[in-house]
């Protein structure tokens, strides 16, 4: 199994730019989540999904949306990239144990 | 919702010391309990798991951690730190039992540093 996998793994965009991260888990878990990790802040959530075609928003969702068109995959897309979106961003999954499991991580920089 | 204190951003012990790392949670109702651990660019890892009425929970790498109604507290020890410890942890805490959002609410992490 690769468990949770994160796609790029390194990113630079321009101010206004858009793009998606994919994350894909082999699990079979229901729930999916972005977060995104700033130095000092810990971890923060910005969407989450508790099945297939559902979202919700989390904590830090200004700027952000997702897609959960299948169970296996959870899309955080930007739309229009503002520096203050730099950060490393973690997608995890989880089934019925709670305990989460994690991607590896996605570094966008915002220039 | 709920919230998650860890006691100290930054610890600092020598290789064979103990470790102690301290997290407190906000929640009338036991939830679920977590520690995980991120080495430098990797993603989290889970330590270890609280989730019964056992109140000395042991994780991987010799870590354990317990839990303290009374306190609201679930401090991470171990008993004789190695260098291969040094990262940053954090505690998480889920909804209260009986939730089925899935979330979990996170610390804000604790760097430890191991010296030879």
């Known amino acids: 199994n690769a468990g949770v996998t994160q796609t790029p793994k390194f990113r630079v965009l321009k101010t206004g ?3 998606t991260l994919l994350c894909a ?3 079979n878990h229901e729930y999916m989540y972005w977060y995104r990790q700033d130095p000092g802040m810990g971890l923060r959530l910005i969407h989450y999904s508790v099945g297939e075609g559902t979202t919700a928003k989390g904590e830090v969702p200004d700027g952000y949306n997702v897609s959960r068109l299948k169970k296996q995959n959870f899309l955080l897309g930007l739309e229009s ?5 730099t950060s490393v ?3 995890a999954s989880s089934g019925r144990g709670a305990e989460q499991y994690f991607g590896p991580g996605t570094r966008l920089t915002v220039t | 919702a709920q919230s998650v204190t860890q006691l100290g951003s930054h610890v600092s012990v020598s290789e064979g010391a103990l470790v ?4 407190n949670y906000s929640s009338s109702v036991p939830p679920y309990l977590f520690w995980y651990v991120q080495y430098p660019n990797q993603g989290l890892q ?6 019964s009425a056992a109140t000395l929970v042991k994780g991987i790498n010799g870590f354990e951690a ?3 109604k009374s306190e609201t507290s679930f401090h991470l020890t171990k008993p004789s730190a190695h260098m291969s410890d040094a990262a940053e942890y954090f505690c998480a805490v889920s909804e209260e039992r009986g939730s089925t959002l899935g979330r979990l609410y996170f610390g804000r992490g604790t760097q430890l540093t191991v010296w030879p």
């Open chain 1, 17 to 19: 730019q858009s793009m």
């Open chain 2, 20 to 23: 102690l790392l301290r997290c």
């Open chain 1, 89 to 91: 961003y973690f997608c």
């Open chain 2, 46 to 51: 889970l330590l270890l798991k609280y989730t």
């Open chain 1, 81 to 85: 990239a503002a520096p203050s979106q």
């Open chain 1, 25 to 27: 888990q082999d699990m």
């Open chain 2, 66 to 68: 317990e839990f303290k």
